[in-house]
């Protein structure tokens, strides 16, 4: 066996074979199960990983497919193998049949972030280098920049951020993490190395690559507000606050702590195609970032800059959503019919209980309104008795579609 051997030419034999026998009946051939980890991304089709670099082997001179148990299929293999031969590799979900979009979907990027290698220093304690690189890549994906920059720039201003935030100003480690997570895209010779010891430095330092996220990660918390909010809740709540950080000054710092962190970019004249989640598992997804925040919020005593964007902001998505584009107050007269300048309904997000006075910040008690009803439920005399009914009808709603997304 010498995986070495392959060359683009039988990785692309396999995948005409894949295409020609349909996946099911490739992976009962040659006795491979479905990736868990990586997919060959082949022309906007996803393959079998290792499947197809076993089935691959048997079309060098004089040899056999390899069989499942002949070699790992990890990214340091079969990852690296395809991208040392110029093909691009995604995550894959962890269970099912392969996703036939190179799209990326929330779950399956926050099942990615979830399964981050945790490394630590000498004194035990936990390394940040991972989290603290998503945090600034993230933040520059909402404020527009370059996905892949220059390694001067790469090291200068990633470095710095990993200095400001208690970590060695050394990109090199969580860039050649990330890169073998599938998260990071580098442009410079293979193999990169792992993620220790001295040769990261020394590989970067002499190769000095372009790299930045992965280019299906990048679309995502570039144009999704749902996905940026998830992203960052996620690096948060199982790296950051585990760690016991100033993560509000990390997230202010990255440019990750400002009232659109929530709001959607439409990806105009891209090509791009965001994938949409059910609203129902949206709405669970914001709700139950939401709460987190706020259990964290009386867990500390103390209110945070982040505390209250990422919670507000999370918590007003969920509710328009919700509202499916309509007033839900139950007895309103008629929406406007005109819309926004970006193409949405006019909507205001009430507390029913004033925020000020406080009511909580959370979906249950929360509704969208139209500007009509918003303005009886905050000036107009039947304002007590419409205020119940709002309360009744936004808690009947999130009962509704918790009970939905639980099916």
């Not at 190769?207 to 940026?228: I, T, W």
Request: proline share 7%.
């Amino acid at each position: 066996m010498a995986l070495s051997d392959l060359t683009r030419r039988e990785i692309l034999l396999a995948a005409e074979e894949y295409d020609r026998l349909g996946r099911d009946a490739f992976l009962d051939t040659y006795g491979f199960a479905p990736a868990r980890s990586y997919l060959l991304l082949l022309n906007g089709r996803t393959y079998d990983s290792k499947a197809i670099v076993g089935v691959a082997h048997g079309y060098l001179s004089g040899q056999r497919p390899l069989e499942a148990n002949n070699f790992s299929g990890g990214a340091a293999t079969v990852g690296r193998l395809l991208r040392g031969l110029g093909f691009e590799v995604t995550a894959a979900p962890d269970k099912g049949p392969a996703d036939p979009s190179p799209s990326l979907t929330i779950s399956t990027l926050l099942d990615s972030l979830a399964r981050l290698r945790r490394y630590r220093s000498p004194t035990g304690r936990s390394a940040l280098y991972q989290p603290l690189t998503l945090a600034w890549a993230i933040g520059r994906a909402h404020r527009g920049l370059d996905r892949i920059t220059p390694w001067t720039e790469t090291e200068n201003a990633l470095g710095a951020f990993l200095e400001r935030h208690g970590e060695y100003p050394r990109p090199h480690y969580p860039l050649a993490a990330l890169y073998h997570a599938g998260l990071w895209e580098i442009d410079g010779p293979r193999p990169v190395p792992p993620a220790h010891g001295n040769a990261p430095v020394r590989w970067f330092t002499e190769h000095r690559p372009q790299s930045g996220l992965a280019s299906p990660f990048y679309n995502l918390v570039r144009y999704s507000g749902e996905a940026r909010v998830a992203a960052v809740e996620a690096i948060v709540d199982k790296y950051l606050a585990e760690a016991d950080t100033d993560w509000d000054a990390i997230l202010t710092d990255a440019g990750l702590a400002d009232a659109e962190i929530a709001d959607d970019q439409a990806p105009v004249a891209t090509g791009i195609t965001l994938p949409a989640s059910p609203m129902e598992e949206e709405y669970r997804r914001l709700c139950g970032i939401a709460d987190r925040m706020r259990e964290r919020e009386a867990k500390l005593r103390r209110a945070r800059v982040t505390f209250d964007l990422m919670r507000s902001q999370s918590a007003r998505r969920a509710v328009l959503r919700r509202s499916g584009g309509h007033c839900e107050n139950p007895g309103c007269a008629g929406d406007p019919q005109d819309i926004t300048d970006a193409g949405l309904p006019i909507l205001e997000v009430d507390h029913i209980h004033d925020l000020a006075l406080g009511g909580p910040d959370h979906p249950e008690q929360m509704i969208a309104l139209c500007p009509n009803c918003h303005a009886i439920k905050t000036r107009g005399r039947t304002r007590e008795k419409l205020r119940q009914e709002l309360l009744t009808a936004a808690q009947q709603r999130h009962d509704a579609l918790l009970a939905q997304s639980a099916r």
